[in-house]
Each structure stands twice: as C-alpha cells, then as structure tokens.
C-alpha cells in the first residue's frame, strides 16, 4: 500500500521522491551516506556545485527546449570520483579530454562542444581530443556561456548539419 507523502516536510518529501526515482521502494529514505545513496560505496565522494554545472544544466534545458530532434548527449568525465570508481571507468574504456556535449551531425559525424567556466582552462587532454577530432573534420568548439552555445548550435543549424 502506497505512503500518503503529502504532509510530510519538504526535504523529507524531496528524499523519499528521490528515493522511488532511483528504485527504492523501502517505505524509508536511504540515509545520507547509505550505500543505497552512493551507488554501493559506502563513503561517497562530495560534489561541489560549481560554474561549470551551472552552465551544463542550462545548455542541457537549451538543447531539449529548442533542439528537440537534434541525436546530442552529455558525457560526464568530470567530476571527483573514488579511486575504485576512477580505476573501473578506465578498464571500460573512459577516454580523458572527451567533450562535454557529442553531437551526431545529418551526415552521420559527430560534433564537439566543450564548456568551460568564464575562467576554466582547457586540459592537455581535451586540447588532444580537439586536437584528433578536427583532424577528422568534426567540427569543435569551447564556449563559455549559454549565449556561446546558443550561437554554435544556431551557427550549426543554419549551415544544416543537424
């Protein structure tokens, strides 16, 4: 039987919303460093919110609410991770400096958009990655604010690669 969550507290809703929508269907909340909130480790690592997630998010809206056809997704190489989890995604084959956004052009090639914060510095590996791509003739590009972005993709669209 269902859990009348209407009456319960903001964050304790917010929690157990959470919680339905990753699969847990105990009646409780998995506490804050429970391996059910960690992916199975059991000490997650801390994410910092910073300007660079603020502006993936909002090229993420931007994409979907204008560019709804366009075969585009994000690849999280980012971020801190443990070393168990940093070690696996390498055996799987995560290859460093790949872009933030990977765009599958009409012409069947792919695309290339780097964010950066308005002072972020491109690594040595996404200047290698960019680097291998337009030797292939993908075309590549580092922006640093939605309104870059909004002018790559219509810069794009116009030209009909989409």
Same mark, same amino acid.
């Given at each position: 039987m269902g859990r009348d969550i209407s009456n319960m507290p903001d964050a304790l809703?917010?929690?157990? !919303? +959470?919680? #339905? %929508?990753?699969g847990n269907t105990s009646s409780q909340p $998995? @506490? &804050?460093? $429970? &391996? %059910?909130? $960690?992916?199975?480790? @059991?000490?997650?690592?801390?994410?910092?919110?910073?300007e660079e997630d603020s502006l993936q998010k909002a090229t993420a809206r931007y994409l979907r609410s204008h560019f709804p056809g366009v075969l585009a997704w994000h690849t999280p190489n980012g971020g801190k991770r443990s070393p168990a989890t940093g070690a696996m995604l390498k055996a799987m084959g995560t290859m460093p400096?790949?872009? /933030? *956004?990977?765009?599958?052009? %009409?012409?069947?090639k792919a695309?290339? #958009?780097?964010?950066?914060?308005?002072?972020?510095?491109?690594? /040595?590996?996404?200047?290698?990655?960019?680097? +291998?791509?337009?030797? +292939?003739? =993908? &075309?590549? =590009?580092?922006? +640093?604010?939605? $309104?870059?972005?909004? %002018?790559? !993709? /219509?810069? *794009?669209s116009t030209k009909g690669l989409f």
């Open positions: 809703r917010r929690s157990v !919303l +959470r919680s #339905i %929508a990753k $998995s @506490a &804050p460093n $429970s &391996p %059910a909130r $960690s992916g199975g480790n @059991a000490t997650p690592v801390k994410h910092r919110r910073t400096g790949v872009p /933030d *956004w990977t765009f599958i052009l %009409a012409s069947g695309s290339f #958009i780097e964010l950066k914060a308005e002072k972020g510095i491109v690594s /040595d590996n996404q200047k290698g990655f960019k680097g +291998r791509a337009v030797a +292939r003739g =993908c &075309p590549y =590009c580092v922006v +640093r604010s939605l $309104s870059e972005f909004v %002018a790559v !993709l /219509d810069e *794009w």
